[in-house]
């Protein structure tokens, strides 16, 4: 599992857009504390234009860490660092710790209504990602909402929603519950799905032997707002590893996530925690070829370091999901053809062309993608949801 020659591995790029993503994953690096300085001192230009890449990819508060690095340790590197851009960076940056802060809080409270009113419950991904960054950084993770488990199956799940804030913005995962004016939730009544149902049958065994440990899985929040449950190690290997999967065949995947898995494993390498059941689920679903994809990108993006690789590294499918991540941005957010996605036909046609493109991770996903899409839509209809 160790790396090959950088002539075999290395992400090259010959544009100047391609050597500013260069330049922002040695940003990246030096932020999450895998590298101590860049290859050349950054122009005021190139500072400008990671700034933009940053915000693109929703990492300005964790590049601001970097930043911070650099000016205490190789204050040569941020010479050219304009001061206009260091004030907006800092401003950002409060900004995104103060959000965290109110979304930490809300996150207790959540938990703490949702168990009075006689549910179990984990929270997954953001909060809990943020946590395990550790220290200062997990206070910069740009956050969005907050997605929430909850046991008890669909209907158990909609009639408590509709007792309390009814809504009719539910799809084949969760529910958009409007409980705080100031932070949206997201109410699961799956952790996740897969659109072949052979694999998401087997996916739904693997949250339902996982739950019990996930109900008992408590971290403390770095806000200091309390603690929350959150999935175990085990469970978001897998957990995240699909979320990242499903994003990249739909509207995008930024770099956030890939940087949450990023601690994810080494989370699991510093906790020793046994892979052997997520790595057994992750072959039985097909997605062992795609997790080799994300360990080259791993490797190469935050230098992740050997003994904390699962898979043995891909270059060439990983060069294929580094380049959809560096061009389409968070949730696909920067994607030129993200205008698609407001006209339902054109969004079916996009993401089928997805399937089509990224058929080596998934060989049946052009026939399961359409079906599934199909048979939810009608569903939503028949129940009146959006």
């Known amino acids: 599992?160790?790396?090959?020659?950088?002539?075999?591995?290395?992400?090259?790029?010959?544009?100047?857009?391609?050597?500013?993503?260069?330049?922002?994953?040695?940003?990246?690096?030096?932020?999450?504390?895998?590298?101590?300085?860049?290859?050349?001192?950054?122009?005021?230009?190139?500072?400008?234009?990671?700034?933009?890449?940053?915000?693109?990819?929703?990492?300005i508060g964790v590049c601001f860490a970097g930043v911070q690095r650099l000016c205490d340790e190789q204050p040569e590197m941020v010479a050219n660092l304009p001061d206009d851009l260091k004030l907006k960076w800092i401003a950002n940056a409060v900004g995104i710790q103060q959000r965290n802060e109110l979304i930490d809080r809300r996150c207790v409270e959540l938990q703490t209504k949702l168990s009075v009113a006689g549910f179990r419950t984990y929270i997954m991904k953001g909060q809990g990602n943020a946590a395990?960054?550790?220290?200062?950084?997990?206070?910069?993770?740009?956050?969005?909402?907050?997605?929430?488990?909850?046991?008890?199956?669909?209907?158990?799940?909609?009639?408590?929603?509709?007792?309390?804030?009814?809504?009719?913005?539910?799809?084949?995962?969760?529910?958009?519950?409007?409980?705080f004016r100031d932070v949206e939730v997201e109410i699961h009544y799956h952790p996740f799905i897969m659109r072949d149902p052979f694999k998401n049958s087997r996916l739904q065994k693997f949250f339902e032997a996982e739950k019990e440990r996930c109900f008992e899985h408590k971290i403390e929040l770095p806000s200091g707002a309390g603690d929350i449950t959150v999935p175990t190690p085990c469970f978001n290997l897998v957990h995240q590893l699909i979320h990242i999967r499903h994003h990249l065949y739909t509207e995008g995947i930024g770099l956030r996530q890939l940087m949450d898995y990023y601690f994810v494993l080494l989370?699991?390498?510093?906790?020793?925690?046994?892979?052997s059941k997520a790595k057994i689920v992750v072959q039985e679903l097909g997605l062992e070829r795609f997790a080799e994809a994300l360990m080259w990108v791993m490797q190469e993006v935050f230098a992740l370091e050997a003994s904390a690789v699962l898979w043995v590294s891909n270059p060439a499918d990983g060069r294929m999901i580094l380049d959809e991540v560096v061009r389409s941005g968070n949730f696909g957010r920067a994607d030129e053809q993200r205008g698609c996605l407001n006209s339902?036909?054109?969004?079916?046609?996009?993401?089928?062309?997805?399937?089509?493109?990224?058929?080596?991770?998934?060989?049946?996903?052009?026939?399961?993608?359409p079906l599934w899409r199909l048979w939810h839509f009608g569903w939503r209809k028949i129940h009146g949801y959006r």
């Not at 922002?24 to 890449?53: C, D, K, Q, T």
């Not at 989370?267 to 892979?275: I, L, S």
């Open 1 to 59: 599992m160790t790396r090959t020659s950088a002539s075999e591995n290395t992400y090259v790029c010959t544009s100047v857009c391609c050597q500013i993503a260069m330049l922002f994953f040695e940003l990246l690096r030096v932020s999450v504390g895998a590298a101590r300085s860049f290859s050349h001192i950054p122009s005021s230009s190139e500072w400008m234009e990671m700034y933009n890449v940053a915000g693109k990819q929703t990492l």
């Open 344 to 369: 339902r036909w054109r969004s079916f046609w996009l993401v089928n062309g997805k399937a089509f493109r990224f058929a080596p991770f998934d060989w049946w996903a052009w026939l399961w993608t």
């Open 132 to 179: 395990i960054y550790g220290g200062e950084l997990g206070t910069l993770r740009q956050p969005g909402d907050i997605d929430i488990f909850l046991d008890g199956g669909y209907k158990r799940v909609i009639d408590y929603v509709n007792s309390t804030f009814p809504t009719r913005d539910v799809n084949e995962l969760e529910i958009h519950y409007h409980c």
């Open 267 to 275: 989370d699991v390498h510093a906790r020793h925690a046994d892979t």
